[in-house]
């Protein structure tokens, strides 16, 4: 690693993940490179899709994406995820420069299962927030300190975070990420959207401007 990205780390840190392949991955909107990373304290695995040189100094458009079955594969309309990862693989492609991680932490943090015992009770009337709290989950469980690592591990310091969530800001940022600026990543989500939406604005106090 070099001296810059060392820079970037808190001193008693180390990387506590590792760089297991890196491929082509030619997409219908541009051709990127794949990378796998696995966790050394947990059965975690991450993919990371980026463009472009990595470089500490010059500010670069990054996004963690957490997985989401539902919206990244089978084009759910129930959230914008879907379309907020192809978003950001579109501004990367414009930017030339970039770096996508996605990490496991489906819903939130509480996996796929659970995640549909919590559509259940949205389909009964709870919102996204009230759900897991009556499924006895965290509101967000989500760790983002070795999706940060990951990006040091690319050769990043300094970013511009793809993302709505200022508590994701503030995780990369006491993670040692140099944030340069926040790139607003809002979608034209459908209507069954509307409400997970509003919800995740008023409750989870995610960046969104729409009525």
Avoid: W
């Avoid at 990373?37 to 963690?64: H, Q, W």
């Amino acid at each position: 690693m070099s001296k810059s990205i060392q820079n970037c780390l808190p001193r008693t840190h180390t990387i506590s993940v590792e760089k297991i392949a890196v491929a082509n991955l030619p997409t219908q909107i541009g051709e990127f490179k794949i990378a796998g990373y696995r966790s050394l304290n947990s059965n975690e695995e991450f993919v990371v899709l980026f463009k472009g040189k990595m470089e500490a100094n010059i500010p670069t458009l990054v996004r963690i994406h957490s997985q989401c079955l539902t919206g990244d594969v089978f084009g759910s309309i129930k959230c914008d995820c879907g379309l907020q990862l192809k978003k950001a693989m579109e501004l990367i492609e414009i930017q030339g420069r970039g770096a996508i991680v996605y990490q496991q932490q489906e819903g939130r943090g509480i996996g796929i299962i659970n995640k549909i015992r919590a559509y259940a009770l949205q389909d009964d009337g709870a919102d996204t927030v009230e759900a897991n709290e009556r499924l006895g989950f965290a509101i967000d469980a989500r760790n983002y300190q070795q999706c940060a690592e990951i990006l040091f591990d690319l050769g990043l310091c300094k970013v511009r975070v793809m993302s709505n969530n200022p508590d994701k800001m503030e995780a990369l940022e006491k993670a040692g990420l140099q944030i340069i600026d926040r790139v607003p990543i809002e979608v034209e989500a459908q209507e069954p959207a509307a409400h997970y939406l509003r919800t995740k604005r008023e409750k989870l106090g995610h960046l969104l401007d729409f009525n």
